[in-house]
C-alpha cells in the first residue's frame, strides 16, 4: 500500500537590483529539505518538486533551479527527483533581471509561492528473515559539488568548467578576517587542466543564514565635476552690491567724451559706448546726451562685487566632495556638513531650477532579502603541481578579497552613521565596482579616514575600518559584505569539564584587565582636571583580590568644545560637563571592552556530533556557527565565561568542522597577507574522534 509525505516551504521573493547602467545582480534562495519517516527497506515510489513562478516585469535573463535552466514563469513549475530513502535535498533558485540603461535605482521581483516536496513510496513486504543492513550512502546534492570555474566568470548557478574531485578541501574563515581555501587535486582528474592562476573554485562552506532587514537610507550632496572648490563660511553673508561711483567724473558740459569714459549721472553710472564727441549741456545733441532715454550711445553699468559685512572661509569643498545639508537658508545660502566636520555655509543659487555648484543625490531606504549562504567562492593565487605524488596543490582567498584592488580616492569624514560611511566609501572608488555593501546598523558613529586605501581596509582594518569602530560583525557573501550588529546566537550550549571534554588545559589572563579607571582632562588653564571621586570602579571590582587601575586620559576641556555622552555638541564645556563626558568614557572601558573581565584561555579537544555525517539529522540542534555563543564552566575554579566562535576550519568534502575558535578576547591587529587576521587571544578547538566526547549538552 502506498503513502506519502509532503513537505512545505514558506513563499518568498527573488529582488533583482541595479542602478545607472550596472548589471543586475542575481537574486538567490536556497531551500532545505530533510526528508525523513521513510520505513526502512520502504521504496520510494516517486518524489515531486512543485512550485509556482510569478511574472516579473522586467522579464529574466537568469532563471535557474540547481543550476538548470528552463522554467517557466507565470506557471506551476513540476520536478521529478531521484530519491531512495531519507535524506537531504536543496534546491537553489537564482533569478536575474532583464535590467536596461536607465538612471537611478531599480529592481525586479519575482515571486515563488506553492511550494511542495511530495514523497510517495510502498512499505517493504513482511519477511521472516530480518533484512540485512545496507551499507550507508551518502547523497551529495548538486549544491555540495565543488567546481571550478574561469577567471571572468559571474554567474556561479551552474557547475562551470567541470566539477572536480579533490583528495583534499578545506576552508579557513576567522571572523572579518582571513578567509581561505586549500585544496589537493590528483592529476588523474582531467579537470585539474581547467585550473590556473586566478581560476575561481566554488565549495561548499558553514551554513550561514542572514534574515530580511531594512537597511534605512541616507541623503547627500555632491560638488559638480565641474567646480573648482566651494568655499565655507562661517556665517551668511550679507550681499553688499558695490560700484566705484565715487570715482568717477559727474556729468559736465563741455566735457569731451570718449568711447569707454565712465560717468555718474542721475544717481547711476554710465559708460559711453558711441564715437568720441563733444557735448555742451544735458539737453542738446541728442544722442550724445545722457539723459537715459538715448541709450544707443550711452549704458548704464550694471556689473558690481559682492562684499561680505563679516564672517570668515572655513574650509573649501571640492570637486565632486560629498556633504550633507542641514539646512536651506534661501537666496541661494545652504547650512551644510561637511565629511571633515566642518558646519558652515555655502552659495549654490537655482538658475532655471538648476543647482549651479553642488547637485543633490540620495541613497533611499531599503529592503535588503535575506539569504542561505552553503557554498562561496574563492579566486585561486598559487598552484603547485607535485611530480612525485602525482597532485595539484591549490590556495585561493575568497571571492571578497577582489575588493582590495578596488582603491578609493579623497574618502574623510567625521562622525556618520554606518549607511553614511558605506555610502561615502562606494562613491570614493576611483573605478567601477558594482558589488553590494549592506548593514543594518542603525545607531552609532564613525570616522572615515581612507583616502587612498583600498575597500577591504576601509571596511575592515581592525583598527580603522567601519566593523571595528561599529563593533559589528562581518559576514561575506562572494563579493557581497554584510555589517552586521554584534547579536551572537545563544543557542544554550554550554562546555563543561568532566561532562563533554576529553581533556582541558585552562589559563587565565590578567595582565590587561581593568577595574578601576582614572580619567583626566584639561581644566581652563590647561591644568590636569580630575573627578571628585577621582575615579570609575567596575561592578566586579570585589570579585578579585587585587585592584587593577588604569589611568585614561579624555579630550575634553573646559571652555571648549565637546560633545557629551547623548550626542549634543557643546560649544563652551563646563566643567560639570566635562566631569559627565571623563565618567562616560571611563564606563565605556568595562561596558564595552569588557576590561574588567579576564581573558581565558581554554584547550579543548572536541568533536560536535551535529557536524558529522553520521549525526547529519543533528544538525540543527547541535551545530554551532560562525558567532554563536558557547558558555564554558570549570566547576573546580568556579569559573564561567561566555565565548563566541569567530573561526574554524572545515573539510568541504565532509562537510563537517575540523577546528573551531572560540574566544572573549578583544580583537587584535595582525598583518596576515590574507586579509586582518584575529588569530590573539583565541580558545581553540580541534576535532578528533566520536570517543572524544561523552555528548554535546545543549
Known amino acids: 500500500m502506498s503513502e506519502q509525505i509532503t513537505y512545505n516551504a514558506a513563499s518568498f521573493n527573488l529582488v533583482s537590483r541595479w542602478a545607472d547602467g550596472s548589471n543586475p545582480s542575481t537574486a538567490k534562495k536556497t531551500l532545505t529539505f530533510e526528508i525523513s519517516g521513510i520505513p526502512d527497506g520502504a521504496t520510494v515510489n516517486s518524489a515531486t518538486f512543485r512550485f509556482t513562478l510569478g511574472s516579473p516585469l522586467t522579464g529574466a535573463a537568469v532563471l535557474t533551479l540547481n543550476g538548470q535552466p528552463g522554467l517557466q514563469t507565470s506557471a506551476v513549475n513540476t520536478k521529478t527527483l531521484t530519491i531512495t530513502g531519507n535524506t537531504t535535498w536543496t534546491a537553489a533558485f537564482a533569478f536575474k533581471a532583464n535590467g536596461n540603461s536607465a538612471s537611478g535605482s531599480h529592481s525586479g521581483s519575482l515571486t515563488v509561492s506553492d511550494i511542495t516536496l511530495v514523497v510517495e513510496y510502498t512499505g517493504a513486504a513482511p519477511d521472516d528473515e530480518p533484512a540485512e543492513e545496507p551499507e550507508e550512502v551518502y547523497d551529495y546534492p548538486d549544491s555540495h559539488n565543488i567546481c571550478v570555474y574561469a577567471p571572468d566568470d559571474e554567474d556561479f548557478t551552474s557547475n562551470g568548467l567541470g566539477i572536480l574531485t579533490p583528495t583534499k578541501c578545506v576552508v579557513t574563515e576567522e571572523a572579518g578576517s582571513q578567509y581561505e581555501l586549500q585544496l589537493e587535486l590528483p592529476v588523474a582528474d582531467d579537470a585539474w587542466q581547467q585550473i590556473q592562476t586566478e581560476s575561481i573554485i566554488k565549495a561548499p562552506v558553514p551554513v550561514v543564514t542572514i534574515e530580511e532587514f531594512q537597511m534605512a537610507g541616507a541623503a547627500y550632496w555632491k560638488v559638480k565635476s565641474n567646480q573648482s572648490g566651494i568655499n565655507v563660511m562661517s556665517k551668511v553673508p550679507t550681499i553688499v552690491r558695490v560700484t566705484n561711483a565715487g570715482s568717477y567724473p559727474t556729468y559736465s558740459p563741455s566735457t569731451r567724451y570718449t568711447r569707454g569714459s565712465k560717468v555718474s549721472y542721475g544717481n547711476k553710472v554710465w559708460q559711453y559706448i558711441g564715437a568720441n564727441a563733444w557735448t555742451n549741456d544735458g539737453s542738446i545733441l541728442g544722442a550724445f546726451t545722457l539723459t537715459p532715454g538715448y541709450v544707443s550711445y550711452w549704458v548704464e553699468i550694471t556689473s558690481f562685487t559682492l562684499k561680505t559685512n563679516s564672517g570668515k572661509v572655513l574650509g ?13 537658508m534661501g537666496n541661494g545660502w545652504m547650512r551644510v556638513k561637511t565629511n571633515s566636520g566642518i558646519t558652515g555655509y555655502i552659495y ?103 583616502s587612498w586605501d583600498n575597500t577591504v581596509t576601509a571596511l575592515l582594518n581592525p583598527d580603522s575600518g567601519i566593523a571595528a569602530q561599529l563593533q559589528a560583525k562581518v559576514i561575506r557573501d562572494n563579493e557581497d559584505f554584510f555589517i552586521l550588529k554584534d547579536e551572537h546566537t545563544d543557542r544554550g550550549y554550554r562546555i563543561e569539564y568532566g561532562n563533554n571534554m576529553k581533556a582541558v588545559n585552562w589559563s587565565i589572563d590578567t595582565s590587561s584587565m581593568v577595574t578601576r579607571v582614572v580619567p583626566h582632562a584639561k581644566d581652563e588653564n590647561d591644568a590636569d582636571l580630575m573627578l571628585d571621586e577621582q575615579w570609575v570602579d567596575s561592578p566586579l571590582i570585589n570579585e578579585y583580590p587585587k585592584v587593577y587601575v588604569k589611568p585614561i586620559s579624555v579630550n575634553c576641556k573646559v571652555g571648549g568644545k565637546g560633545t557629551m555622552p547623548d550626542g549634543t555638541v557643546v560649544q563652551s564645556l563646563t566643567k560639570e560637563q566635562c566631569f559627565e563626558i571623563m565618567r562616560a568614557e571611563a564606563q565605556k572601558i568595562f561596558d564595552v571592552d569588557h576590561a574588567d ?66 574566544t572573549n578576547a578583544r580583537r587584535r591587529n595582525d598583518t596576515s597577507v590574507s586579509g586582518f587576521d584575529l588569530r590573539d587571544n583565541s580558545i581553540r578547538f580541534e576535532k578528533l574522534s566520536s570517543t572524544a566526547v561523552d555528548r554535546l549538552r545543549a
Open 348 to 450: 549654490n543659487p537655482k538658475v532655471n531650477d538648476v543647482y549651479q555648484y553642488a547637485e543633490y543625490y540620495s541613497v533611499l531606504d531599503a529592503t535588503v532579502a535575506g539569504r542561505e549562504i552553503r557554498q562561496q567562492c574563492f579566486r585561486i593565487y598559487s598552484i603547485e603541481k607535485d611530480s612525485d605524488t602525482m597532485t595539484v596543490r591549490v590556495n585561493a582567498r575568497h571571492l571578497s578579497y577582489d575588493a582590495a584592488n578596488i582603491y578609493l580616492g579623497k574618502c574623510e569624514a567625521k562622525g556618520v552613521s554606518a549607511v553614511a560611511a558605506i555610502s561615502l566609501i562606494q562613491n570614493a572608488t576611483l573605478e567601477e565596482d558594482n558589488r553590494h555593501i549592506y548593514t543594518d546598523i542603525d545607531t552609532g558613529a564613525c570616522d572615515l579616514d581612507c
Open 597 to 662: 573581565e579576564p581573558e581565558i584561555t581554554i584547550d579543548v579537544d572536541l568533536v560536535m556530533l551535529g557536524s558529522t555525517v553520521e549525526y547529519q539529522h543533528l544538525a540543527v540542534l547541535d551545530a554551532l556557527f560562525m558567532y554563536d555563543t558557547v558558555h564554558v564552566w570549570h566547576p573546580l575554579l568556579k569559573i564561567e565565561a561566555a565565548v563566541h566562535m569567530t573561526g574554524y576550519e572545515f573539510d568541504s568534502i565532509l562537510r563537517r568542522y575540523n577546528r573551531i575558535t572560540l
Open 316 to 328: 573649501t569643498l571640492g570637486r565632486n566632495e560629498v556633504f550633507t545639508m542641514v539646512a536651506d
